[in-house]
């Protein structure tokens, strides 16, 4: 009798702890599938780009800002009273520049 109850208790806790397997399987499994899902999302998620410069009025001229600043890094010496109403409109406001190469082309349209 008592070799019954020791086959009955090994089987117990080999079953035991094969579904304690099984479910530590499935777990690691949705855990691997939840982070490639997150790395996937985060992928498509768009960075967002600080723009190069902000080119707005200052002082009567025009002023190249990087960031949050209140002076501008470089002022373009042009009396921004020559522009036309429509372009100092756009420097009130602030016009963004992209690149170094577009307030290059910024900088040579006033110029010229």
Do not use: W
């Not at 530590?24 to 899902?37: D, F, G």
């Not at 410069?53 to 009396?79: A, L």
Request: proline fraction near 3%.
């Amino acid at each position: 009798m008592k070799k019954i109850i020791s086959r009955k208790t090994l089987f117990v806790i080999i079953t035991a702890m094969a579904v304690s397997g099984f479910i530590i399987i499935c777990t690691l499994a949705q855990s691997v599938r939840h982070t490639k899902i997150q790395t996937r999302f985060a992928a498509n998620v768009p960075e967002v780009v600080q723009p190069e410069c902000i080119v707005r009025e200052y002082n009567g001229k025009i002023g190249v800002f990087r960031g949050s600043g209140d002076k501008p890094y470089r002022i373009i010496d042009y009396d921004v009273s020559l522009l036309s109403d429509y372009d100092r409109e756009q420097l009130s406001g602030g016009m963004v520049m992209e690149s170094d190469e577009q307030l290059r082309q910024f900088i040579e349209d006033m110029s010229g």
